[in-house]
Structures are given as C-alpha cells and as structure tokens.
C-alpha cells in the first residue's frame, strides 16, 4: 500500500480522472462506466428520490438518518415480539413444571363408562366386558 501510495500521488490521481472523464465524453464505455460508478457509487440514488430530496430540501444524510431512524424502530419491535415470546415459553415451561408428575396409567383393557360419571365426583371405571358377569 505505501508502494501505491508513493506513485499515485493527488496529482496523478487527478490526472487519472481527468483522462477518464475526457474518454467518456468522447464515448468510451468503459469509462463512461467507471466515471459513473465512481461518482455515484455501486447503487445510485434513484431519480425519483432525488426529486423528493430536492421537493422536501433534504440532503442525502437526511435520507441515511432516516433509514437508520427506521431500522432501529424495525429492530425494537423485533426486540420486544422476541421478547414476547420468550416469556409466553416460560409460562408453558412453568406450568409444566407445576402439573407434577403424572398419575397412575389406566390398564388398557379398561372401559371408562361416561354415561355414568359425574360432574362432581371421579369417573367410574368398569372392568372389560369379559368380566362384567354373563347373564
């Protein structure tokens, strides 16, 4: 880089746009390319943002202020969704934890009879049909 740095002076430098400026002007695609993307950048701005600046006085700081302005709002709002969730997680997480280990398993050949449980009381469970008495 010092190596650069020696050789290209400011004044070579300008010489160096100066030639390239010229060439564009006489059509030189290339150049015209260069000049232009050195100039306005890799994304220039848009006609029509530049109509708005020039319509509300603005400078392009203004337009980088407020697209900073805007993402860090964006940003927030994410914060606090994320945040959200994260509490609605240790809600379910709590109450889990809160339920206590779960009761005795019913056999799997047992038949629950919910025409006769009660709103009030425990269900009555009655024993596999084989064993209910023939008759």
């Keep these: 880089m010092r190596a650069l740095s020696d050789v290209l ?25 260069w000049v232009a993307r050195y100039a306005l950048g890799v994304s220039p701005t848009t006609i029509h943002a530049l109509a708005v600046m020039e319509a509300h006085d603005l400078q392009p700081i203004d337009l980088v202020e407020a697209e900073a302005a805007r993402a860090e709002r964006q940003a927030q709002q994410e914060r ?21 280990p779960p009761g ?14 009660r709103q009030d009381g425990p269900r009555r469970v009655l024993p596999p049909r084989s064993d209910r008495g023939q008759g």
């Design 104 to 117: 005795p398993l019913q056999p799997a050949n047992t038949v629950v009879d919910h025409h006769q449980t």
């Design 9 to 33: 002076t400011l004044d070579a430098w300008r010489d160096i746009c100066e030639t390239a400026i010229n060439a564009a002007r006489d059509g030189d695609a290339k150049a015209r390319e």
């Design 80 to 100: 606090r969704a994320a945040a959200r969730a994260a509490a609605k997680a240790a809600q379910v997480v709590d109450a889990r934890a809160n339920l206590g």
